[in-house]
């Protein structure tokens, strides 16, 4: 057990309770609850009356911060982690290396956008890359569960807030870098400086893989002396073609003056990045090629991502996309495949980054055949002003406006005619829609099932 917490409900007996000041909670005020569930000191960042001693420092979370890496660090030297980051892709790449270790027949975990994972143990996470103690916990029950390898997604916000400090990673990824979270990093040169503290994680004897198609990959390589690449054209590993079909894709690619053929279950030109961010990881980590091209027909892509259902005469596919660059990227990817339409669904989250909110308008009505807008997590915000701000970028006339997601999935399974591809973006493996402060389920895989089940 640690012997700190930041949750005054978490509190053990004995353990010292640390009030952080959040962007929406203060712990500060929660220093009574913790003392009467157990809490035998506290740390603060002001003097306060309470019945147990209080060690006042200027930066709470820094400081317990700190303690936690000096003292639980080494607890975790023994496991191989690997982490992942870039905007997109980091979820598809995470899992798809995790289930290849599983795969391999190594014992891993996952941790990431949809929770900690190891075989039949699942729990439910806040953030894609938790705070830093919930982290360091997680690490624990790995060990306790066995584990080799913990493969993480690793965030700007995990970055740029030193959630991960006191880690060292055998390998670290680099997936791309586009527009999003400008709201917290103000600029494109601050978010992409954070991405590249990643370097500053990875062991001196440890590889780290980029994606050399991205501009951003030059940076990272100048940061890190052993670093290998994937891409289209000269990168350590060149993906020389692709086949894509609507379930499959076919990879002809070179590595080491050697050339090789590889089929996977995943579609679309973005998860061929993502695989070979799996592919050039694990390959680097001394596994072998010949193997890992034989394990790879039996991956499968994470809940929500591409994940593609037959509806009447044509497709449903559900995708976590819920940026500029991933909406191009899948709407995109989907028109090359289409023999007839695609017909988007997306919306734009409430309390988070507004810029990007027309570019998503724009870029879903120029590339899909019709698009309806709607509620993705408007939270504390009017989904009229969310939807105001979208339909700024929208110069045609291919759309419509339907709030209720759950009719609004309705509408888009409806229109489907003979090849017809549904895109429903944004939500993936979530099922809640978060409005106001309440959470109320909602899963868009589910909506197509029952969908499916009614038309049968």
Same mark, same amino acid.
């Given at each position: 057990m640690f012997k700190y917490e930041t949750n005054s409900k978490l509190i053990k007996p004995g353990q010292t309770f640390v009030a952080i000041k959040g962007y929406t909670v203060d712990g500060h005020n929660f220093i009574e609850d913790a003392v009467k569930n157990g809490a035998s000191s506290v740390i603060a960042e002001k003097e306060v009356k309470t019945s147990v001693p209080v060690k006042v420092v200027e930066n709470s979370a820094k400081y317990y911060q700190e303690l936690l890496v000096k003292e639980y660090k080494d607890n975790f030297k023994d496991l191989k982690l690997i982490g992942i980051t870039g905007t997109n892709g980091k979820t598809t790449s995470a899992y798809l290396t995790y289930q290849m270790l599983r795969d391999l027949g190594q014992k891993a975990a996952y941790i990431g956008t949809i929770g900690f994972i190891c075989e039949d143990f699942y729990k439910e996470l806040p953030n894609t890359s938790p705070e830093i103690l919930t982290i360091y916990k997680l690490l624990e029950e790995a060990l306790k569960l066995g584990c080799q390898y913990v493969v993480m997604e690793v965030s700007n916000f995990a970055l740029d807030q030193k959630r991960i400090e006191g880690l060292e990673f055998v390998a670290g990824a680099f997936t791309n870098l586009t527009e999003d979270h400008l709201d917290y990093h103000k600029t494109m040169e601050n978010y992409l400086n954070a991405?590249?503290?990643?370097?500053?994680?990875?062991k001196d004897d440890g590889v780290l893989v980029v994606n050399k198609d991205d501009d951003a990959s030059k940076k990272f390589i100048e940061r890190f002396k052993n670093t290998k690449t994937f891409g289209y054209g000269k990168a350590d590993y060149n993906i020389i073609s692709d086949d894509i079909y609507p379930d499959h894709t076919d990879i002809h690619f070179k590595y080491r003056g050697k050339e090789y053929d590889v089929t996977t279950n995943l579609t679309s030109k973005f998860n061929v990045y993502n695989y070979f961010t799996m592919f050039s990881i694990l390959c680097e980590l001394g596994f072998d090629?010949?193997?890992?091209?034989?394990?790879? @027909?039996?991956?499968?892509?994470?809940?929500?991502?591409?994940?593609?259902?037959?509806?009447?005469?044509?497709?449903?596919? *559900?995708?976590? =996309?819920?940026?500029?660059?991933? *909406?191009?990227?899948?709407?995109?990817? @989907?028109?090359?495949?289409?023999? =007839? #339409?695609?017909?988007?669904? *997306?919306?734009?989250?409430?309390? #988070?980054?507004?810029?990007? #909110?027309?570019?998503?308008?724009?870029? =879903?009505?120029? @590339?899909?055949d019709y698009v309806i807008f709607t509620?993705?997590?408007?939270?504390?915000?009017?989904?009229?002003?969310?939807?105001?701000?979208?339909?700024?970028?929208?110069?045609?006339?291919? @759309?419509?406006?339907?709030?209720?997601?759950?009719?609004?999935?309705k509408k888009a399974l409806d229109m489907i005619e003979e090849n017809d591809i549904v895109l429903l973006l944004g939500k993936g493996h979530e099922d809640y829609q978060i409005i106001g402060h309440t959470k109320l389920h909602l899963d868009d895989s589910e909506e197509v099932l029952k969908y499916i089940e009614k038309s049968e």
């Open positions: 991405k590249l503290l990643l370097t500053n994680y990875i090629i010949d193997l890992l091209i034989e394990k790879t @027909y039996d991956l499968k892509a994470p809940k929500g991502r591409c994940e593609t259902y037959k509806v009447k005469n044509g497709y449903a596919v *559900v995708d976590y =996309a819920h940026t500029p660059d991933a *909406v191009l990227k899948v709407v995109t990817a @989907y028109k090359e495949l289409a023999k =007839a #339409r695609v017909i988007t669904l *997306v919306g734009c989250g409430g309390d #988070r980054d507004p810029l990007k #909110r027309p570019i998503m308008g724009e870029i =879903a009505s120029n @590339y899909s509620n993705d997590n408007p939270r504390t915000e009017d989904p009229e002003k969310i939807m105001k701000d979208i339909l700024a970028g929208v110069k045609k006339s291919n @759309y419509e406006v339907c709030l209720d997601r759950r009719e609004a999935i």
